[in-house]
């Protein structure tokens, strides 16, 4: 399978979710009216070799796997109301189940339903975990609000996750890998900024094409100051670009109009501007290179 | 993978679930009391190999992936909202977005996001699907209400769905396969006897497992006479017991209480009793030998 197959899928899906709810498959979920309160849903699979390494504790996988769909959640403002799981079995199923019951307790939220199914012999497996949430704030924040002029936030620091992974495939399994395996998603910041952002998503594929995403959606240029963006506490200074094109921390990357501050601790890393002929700029220049991970 | 290993997952999940709302795992779908209204949501799955023939025609597999998810919402009197797609890209991607794209046209359902990935050569591919809709009528049946002295009935035959598969291993694809390639979930049927049932379940898996689940959760006992149960009319005679035990029909199973007429077409096919030591009866006794599909 290649990145060009992903990317054709992905464009005839568009052509059939011509619902506004779906918000063109651009979001981080898709926003419902329903009764007189707003649901928020999203769907993202994990596929072993992919989003996890074989052999990797099967406690860890489930623990990611929710996590990253509420950290879908959060972008939006959301409180979770459920999950439902999609699961294929696989050689520790135990520890799957422990692994999802820790993150449910965790994050309190409830398994709702689901369905399990037998693997291949020798095919990779995959999960799929579908969450569900109830909106807080209406309009919902989309990737598509940022105005010239807004300042550009970050919640923490990038690069923990990629720190945790390296250690991780050199058989370390302890606290410096914690980021790679159990991240957290910012449901509470999301929460608190949902009424003052002017657009909001969550970083998992890499700073600069998840930047360069929302200021796609946002029709802007987006201007982030490298010395600004904050780094996990052990990353070498040579390793800051890599950091900002590898994604998995699950911050949240949010637009605030000129002199207004976030009701949660973040950091200032960059500003918007009338769009000048490209999305994303790096103190001032376009960036060379990986942006981050790309799904097609 | 065996059995065992499914129904020792499956008891995991109920652990986990606990939640109301959940149902114990043990129904269609989850319901979820949200504002004022009520949110029905299931997700099931598709395996290469297990629920479609490989080299099958892709359109059909999607068709069949959102029919049988949305099957799990007319059992609940519900009208579909929209659906999330988790999909796994194969050999040919149009064509399952061709087969989607009719399927939601033909039951009226918006696609509102989902996620797809890279299969591994070699490995069975995997679909999920997860359905979102609205309860029609509260509260919102369940396999659990059936009380001794009710009648129990079924929307439409069985059987064709069988007869479609074995014309397709035949390598038949016409009209006689229909039935197994493009099931039409009973929407509007769940929607006007909603309010009348006293228990309601989808036959997915055969009319013989799926009455004895029916019968388990209501703790009671259900004959069914045989002579009663309508059958595809290209059915053999000697093929009914078979019928009776191979599911993907989709057909809405149901009871009433006694005197009270089904708002649609349907057949009465038996009756509830005080629980007797065993579940389920066929004419009266025991069946003998398999029951329909076991997921463990």
Chains 1, 2 share one sequence.
Not at 70 to 96: E, W
Not at 254 to 277: D, E, N, S, V, Y
Request: one cysteine or more; a negative charge; glycine letters at 12%.
């Amino acid at each position: 399978m290649t990145v060009a197959c992903e990317t054709a899928f992905v464009a005839m899906m568009r052509a059939l979710a011509s619902d506004p709810a779906a918000r063109g498959l651009r979001d981080d979920a898709a926003v419902i009216a329903f009764g007189k309160e707003t649901l928020v849903i999203t769907h993202d699979m994990m596929v072993e070799g992919v989003h996890w390494l074989p052999g990797q504790d099967e406690a860890d996988i489930a623990w990611k796997l929710l996590a990253t769909n509420l950290s879908d959640l959060a972008a939006k403002g959301a409180v979770p109301i459920g999950v439902l799981l999609g699961y294929t079995l696989g050689p520790d199923d135990a520890r799957f189940a422990t692994g999802l019951g820790e993150a449910l307790a965790a994050f309190g939220v409830p398994l709702l339903g689901g369905d399990s199914v037998s693997g291949t012999p020798g095919g990779g497996r995959s999960h799929g975990l579908t969450a569900l949430g109830r909106a807080t704030h209406c309009p919902v924040p989309g990737r598509d609000g940022a105005q010239p002029g807004d300042r550009l936030w970050i919640t923490g620091p990038v690069g923990a996750a990629m720190l945790g992974f390296e250690a991780l495939c050199n058989g370390l399994a302890g606290v410096e890998t914690l980021a790679f395996r159990r991240p957290v998603p910012c449901l509470d910041d999301g929460v608190a900024l949902a009424p003052w952002v002017s657009a909001m998503m969550d970083v998992s594929d890499g700073l600069l094409i998840d930047a360069m995403r929302l200021a796609q959606a946002s029709a802007i240029t987006l201007d982030i100051a490298s010395a600004a963006v904050p780094f996990a506490a052990a990353l070498a200074d040579d390793r800051r670009y890599d950091a900002m094109t590898w994604g998995e921390d699950y911050q949240l990357l949010f637009t605030l109009p000129p002199g207004q501050h976030p009701p949660c601790p973040a950091h200032a890393i960059g500003k918007a501007h009338a769009f000048g002929g490209t999305h994303l700029l790096v103190d001032g220049a376009p960036p060379r290179g990986r942006l981050g991970y790309v799904h097609g």
